[in-house]
């Protein structure tokens, strides 16, 4: 189908890729992956026959059908689904020569309207419908103007009118950046069915893993196909890189370290929280593995400055914008390691629910209630953004935090990708990629101790979505992230919750369900995995408020038992250390004082007895807590 035979390319004098020499056979689908600016998109250009090759040439069969996504939307003043049938280019010529025929009549015009119908002239809307629903367009949209459209909901369409061309080969450039995870399900499923030729520029792992049967892997201007998914690719990569010793013992001293920790505080009720998200990333580097040692992102959160608890309350509020109401009777608790990720369908209301949390949506009813030593630290796109094109990176990190050095915004910043002279370069020039890590280094750098991410990945590689992900996962704050990217979802959180229906609830199942969910709800089924909204009426808000009431009161012992036991380790930890302070007196240790020491040691070993089993009180009640919180859904 596709063949590449002792292809170049050069660019700026560097070069990406030389003397590649491999085939690609009709009904693979093979995912392209490499570092940014490795070539990928270059070499869509050389098989669109957009792109020279320096050296070398691309080869597949004449009469090969192409489709890929256009990168401009114009503003026309067309309907979407029109718009999206334009991709049929050769229905749209036969119908052209129908109506011209029509005038004429007789023989060609039955001719033609055979022609056409033969091309599925009566399948044709539908089909568009369909495309146009799975990514996430509602049936009103259908014949609005494209004009009307956003620059995302454009790219969507773009790719609508892609996927509507009958094609032999179909080339996809990050698919998923402009979609939400329902429409993510939605065009994994696509394209699992889709029988043609396949080449997929993505940094989702698990859409490559999902979609692929083949990886071509751009590194040190070679090009490498393999065979199996995104997965299967990583395995035989890692062990090739565990192989370069230097880099192996790279990663056992993280693991050693984290292991370390784990082993020495995992029984210390202070260090409880701490030791077990620890051991969480221990068992998920396990699962990730070591794949992308060699990456030049590595950074982490820094301890928040206070971890209070509740972080925020959402009492029965309602939210929207003007006189439109988006979700009502919301009342949400965010605790301290709380890690939450969000679903819903684009609009639904997730980003209005995090702008809530941020404060920069006011509520329209009900009570919102913060802890005094709150810091929220925001990840948005707008945010990218608004960065000040004016200003370069380390500039903008040192007026933003004075207290650095310019040697440390240098280290910092270079856990970040901006390593030497990229530092200073202007932010106007910064790819998309580059503008996303900068601002993330900023939020970063605040300590916050809520993160709210809303769709965080967009425009980063998979290496630095893979050093977020690990840095999630040894953040002790509290969590909430809105992402299309299931590899960091599951990753990163511990709970999902569904917006939808004008609510907010626990969604009662995994991501996996999640998805099952959307495809039994596409076909007309009930399926009640989450809690639908009816907060609207007046017996089911005194209903939940019962219920609210009766988790308190189960709760509420549960909890002072914690209180409790904590101050008795607090007192023994008091009392412990002004014992161990006279035990310092040089004083004591003289024949006359030696029966006062013999004394004072004997009360130092009770003590520590003493204290050793509050300890495990104390970790035995948040257990209990902890167990009780989950099984009521007020944790």
């Not at 700026?12 to 693979?28: E, T």
């Not at 992308?292 to 029965?316: C, I, R, Y």
């Not at 009502?328 to 679903?343: A, E, F, H, M, N």
């Not at 209630?369 to 040192?398: I, M």
Request: glycine share 6%; proline share 3%; charged share 25%.
């Amino acid at each position: 189908m596709l063949t590449f035979q002792q292809l170049a390319c050069r660019r700026d004098g560097d070069v990406l890729f030389n003397d590649v020499n491999l085939v690609v056979h009709a009904g693979q689908k093979a995912g392209v992956v490499g570092k940014n600016g490795c070539g990928k998109s270059s070499l869509f250009q050389m098989v669109l026959g957009r792109l020279e090759s320096d050296d070398g040439a691309v080869h597949y069969p004449q009469n090969t059908r192409l489709s890929h996504v256009a990168q401009d939307t114009p503003a026309v003043e067309r309907s979407a689904i029109d718009y999206v049938i334009d991709g049929h280019v050769r229905f749209r010529r036969l119908e052209a020569e129908a109506q011209k025929a029509e005038a004429e009549g007789g023989v060609l015009y039955a001719q033609a309207l055979a022609a056409l119908e033969d091309e599925g002239a009566y399948q044709i809307q539908s089909q568009a419908a369909t495309l146009l629903n799975g990514l996430g367009f509602s049936t009103g949209q259908h014949t609005t103007s494209v004009s009307q459209f956003s620059g995302g909901w454009r790219m969507r369409l773009n790719l609508a009118q892609a996927l509507m061309c009958p094609c032999d080969l179909l080339l996809l450039d990050e698919p998923t950046n402009h979609l939400d995870l329902d429409a993510v399900l939605w065009l994994e499923q696509w394209l699992r069915a889709f029988d043609g030729t396949l080449l997929l520029i993505s940094h989702d792992r698990e859409f490559l893993d999902r979609v692929c049967t083949h990886i071509a892997h751009i590194e040190r201007q070679s090009i490498t196909l393999y065979r199996g998914n995104y997965s299967a690719f990583e395995k035989l990569r890692a062990a090739q890189l565990a192989n370069q010793q230097a880099l192996y013992e790279r990663q056992q001293k993280t693991r050693q370290h984290l292991q370390s920790y784990v082993d020495r505080f995992r029984a210390k009720a202070t260090k409880a929280r701490q030791a077990q998200s620890r051991l969480k990333m221990l068992e998920r580097m396990e699962e990730i593995g070591p794949a992308h040692v060699d990456s030049e992102f590595q950074f982490e959160f820094q301890e928040p400055v206070s971890l209070p608890n509740p972080l925020l309350v959402l009492d029965d509020v309602a939210l929207g914008y003007g006189s439109t109401t988006v979700l009502k009777d919301v009342s949400i608790s965010i605790q301290q390691g709380d890690r939450i990720g969000l679903l819903g369908a684009n609009g639904a209301g997730k980003s209005t629910l995090v702008k809530a949390l941020v404060g920069d949506l006011p509520v329209h009813e009900g009570k919102r209630q913060d802890s005094r030593n709150l810091v929220v630290g925001y990840f948005a796109q707008h945010q990218v953004d608004d960065l000040p094109s004016d200003s370069e990176p380390l500039k903008l990190l040192l007026a933003r935090y004075p207290d650095l050095s310019e040697a440390q915004g240098r280290t910092y910043l270079g856990g970040y990708g901006f390593n030497g002279d990229a530092v200073f370069q202007s932010i106007h020039t910064l790819s998309g990629g580059e503008r996303a890590r900068l601002a993330l280094a900023l939020i970063i750098r605040q300590r916050p101790n809520l993160l709210l991410l809303d769709e965080p990945t967009n425009h980063l590689d998979i290496d630095m979505r893979h050093a977020l992900t690990q840095a999630l996962q040894g953040f002790n704050g509290a969590l909430v992230v809105i992402s299309h990217d299931r590899s960091l979802l599951r990753a990163s959180v511990d709970s999902l919750w569904l917006v939808a229906n004008h609510a907010v609830k626990p969604f009662a199942d995994d991501l996996d369900g999640y998805a099952k969910w959307l495809a039994e709800q596409r076909d007309g089924h009930d399926v009640p995995l989450a809690e639908t909204n009816s907060a609207s009426s007046a017996q089911n808000r005194k209903a939940r408020k019962q219920a609210d009431a009766e988790r308190r009161k189960q709760l509420t012992p549960l909890k002072r038992a914690v209180e409790k036991h904590s101050n008795t380790v607090d007192d023994y930890t008091n009392q412990l250390n002004e014992l161990r302070n006279r035990l310092g007196s040089n004083d004591l240790y003289t024949e006359d004082r030696k029966e006062e020491l013999t004394q004072l040691l004997q009360e130092e070993a009770a003590l520590a007895s003493k204290l050793a089993d509050a300890e495990e009180e104390l970790l035995d009640a948040m257990e209990t807590l902890e167990q009780a919180e989950q099984q009521s859904g007020a944790g």
